[in-house]
């Protein structure tokens, strides 16, 4: 066999646009998904079990309940945007913790990255727009299925989706740079002890003015509480400025992890 | 440093004249990079380790997947493209590392240790595609323990010791210089190996006593070996051969064990 011939090289050689690096880590890890195309398939139904479950089956024995404007709705209306918004989360996290973390210790598929002309700020963000394109995928579904179990009221309902985005943007980005952080996979548990109770305690199931005083600013400090209540009044069709104050939360929440994520790659793969 | 994933800790550096610091994309641009580990993409195909690789290169997919067909040729794995990386040998993961560091046509290749733990075999077919490459005007950088692999592969070598140079040249020069060139081996029984370091001590240049060996570093292995006939001294092995870099190293850098 003869070597591959020199000289037709030099015009590829050119550094890609700085979004379009991002990019190519997240063809690469399509590539990947593309092997194991089951593994959506439980992201895609575990939204729908939660709605089956909790609204029909648990909404039957619950009945109506007040939502934030006074208003009584049907349980299952009131559950599924919450439950939209911690699907997102969980979607979020999972594909930046578990995923990012065996190829940052165990492939080395970021050493290799790193070698070409992508930086470690593209490899973060390629991980944290695949998050959010899975994520999307996802929550096109849950939608979809909201829609039709009847359980969308308001026309507005339409951003439910983009909110989930930004959610899972949020996680995502925390995730990722929570993952810089992990010693071994026992790590891992600690995520969960953050996840569970929020997930549980964010307003989900039953409103704020259930808990008391203390516990009200504990919950409101958390961020799945300002997902829940963005996906809880874009769906009740009750949007007003306040809306503004949680979106920005967790776009700030976003921003802060990507820069935090980038700069802990960077000390981790390139000293 | 030179590949711009470390920074530099002091003095000045310049790769293919631009500054590491300023211009690390562009600078990898141009860089391909062996590992000393393997870091194959495990869930990815052979054929799409190089795809996606070269696309890491912005390199456009037309000319991409040409160029992809000649490097699995080069690497000779073109009928383990559709494969998996985990299941390939050693070698093979080796070559297609090397394979895949020459997607974007380097100008200067960096190899760490390209062939520690290959078998023969693979070492051959390894260094013999490596040294194509140096004919065809590609810069290589490498590192390595073995010194055969250095004889055969460097123009240039510098050896170090402790993170210093201590000696540079060709292999050739740094023989001459350091070594002399020929060595003639020796065995005797065990015990009897320094007295006898006396009895020869005249015959050579340099005479290095080992543990189960003597060493005599000498311009004419022959005429050393006719003379301890003479002398009638009969070892129970004698062995005269070239000089070697690895005596160059030895003897530069000494035998104890560094770690």
């Not at chain 1, 394109?133 to 829609?147: D, N, Q």
């Not at chain 2, 000089?243 to 000494?254: K, M, N, P, Y």
Request: net charge neutral; with cysteine.
């Amino acid at each position: 066999m003869s070597a591959p011939a020199p000289g037709i090289g030099l015009r590829w050689r050119v550094v890609p646009p700085a979004p379009g690096r991002a990019r190519r880590l997240v063809d690469r890890n399509a590539r990947a998904a593309a092997h194991y195309w089951w593994v959506p398939l439980s992201g895609l139904a575990e939204p729908v079990f939660y709605l089956l479950s909790i609204g029909i089956g648990i909404g039957k024995l619950v009945g109506g309940i007040e939502g934030p404007d006074h208003h009584v709705y049907r349980y299952a209306v009131y559950v599924a945007p919450a439950l939209l918004a911690a699907s997102a989360m969980n979607g979020a996290i999972y594909e930046c913790t578990f995923n990012v973390y065996f190829k940052l210790e165990y492939a080395h598929v970021y050493d290799a990255v790193l070698a070409t002309p992508l930086r470690a700020v593209d490899v973060a963000r390629g991980e944290i727009i695949t998050a959010l394109l899975r994520g999307a995928t996802y929550s096109t579904v849950f939608v979809v299925m909201m829609a039709a179990l009847g359980d969308v009221t308001s026309g507005w309902a339409a951003l439910a989706m983009p909110a989930a985005l930004l959610i899972g943007f949020a996680f995502a980005a925390a995730a990722m740079a929570a993952t810089t952080y992990m010693r071994g996979w026992t790590d891992f548990d600690l995520v969960n002890l953050v996840m569970l109770p929020m997930f549980l305690f964010s307003t989900t199931f039953y409103p704020l003015a259930t808990y008391p005083r203390w516990l009200q600013i504990v919950v409101e400090c958390t961020p799945l509480y300002h997902g829940v209540v963005l996906e809880r009044s874009i769906a009740l069709g009750l949007v007003g400025p306040a809306l503004i104050g949680h979106a920005a939360y967790l776009l700030v929440m976003g921003l802060a992890g990507v820069a935090l994520a980038g700069r802990r790659i960077r000390v981790l793969l390139l000293s | 440093m030179i590949s711009c994933v470390s920074p530099r800790t002091s003095g000045e550096l310049t790769v293919l004249g631009l500054d590491p610091d300023r211009d690390g994309p562009r600078i990898r641009a141009r860089l391909g990079v062996v590992p000393q580990e393997d870091n194959l993409d495990p869930e990815l195909t052979v054929r799409e380790n190089l795809y996606v690789y070269g696309r890491y290169f912005d390199i456009p997919k037309m000319a991409l997947r040409e160029r992809i067909e000649q490097l699995l040729g080069f690497a000779q794995l073109t009928e383990r493209g559709g494969d998996r990386v985990e299941p390939l040998s050693g070698g093979m993961k080796r070559r297609l590392t090397i394979a895949r560091s020459l997607v974007n046509e380097p100008d200067l290749l960096l190899l760490d240790e390209p062939t520690t733990g290959l078998d023969p075999q693979a070492r051959h077919a390894l260094w013999d595609r490596l040294y194509r490459l140096k004919a065809q005007g590609v810069t290589l950088v490498l590192t390595t323990h073995y010194m055969d692999e250095a004889e055969q592969l460097c123009d240039r070598l510098v050896v170090m010791d402790r993170g210093r140079i201590v000696a540079g040249g060709s292999p050739r020069q740094l023989i001459e210089r350091h070594s002399t060139r020929e060595v003639v081996e020796l065995r005797f029984t065990p015990g009897e190996t320094e007295r006898m370091a006396e009895k020869v001590s005249d015959l050579a240049d340099r005479v290095e006593i080992l543990p189960d060996r003597l060493l005599l570093y000498t311009a004419d292995g022959d005429a050393v070996v006719e003379a301890l006939g003479r002398r009638r001294l009969e070892p129970l092995s004698v062995l005269a051969r070239r000089s070697t870099l690895e005596d160059v190293f030895l003897q530069l850098t000494g035998r104890q064990l560094v770690d």
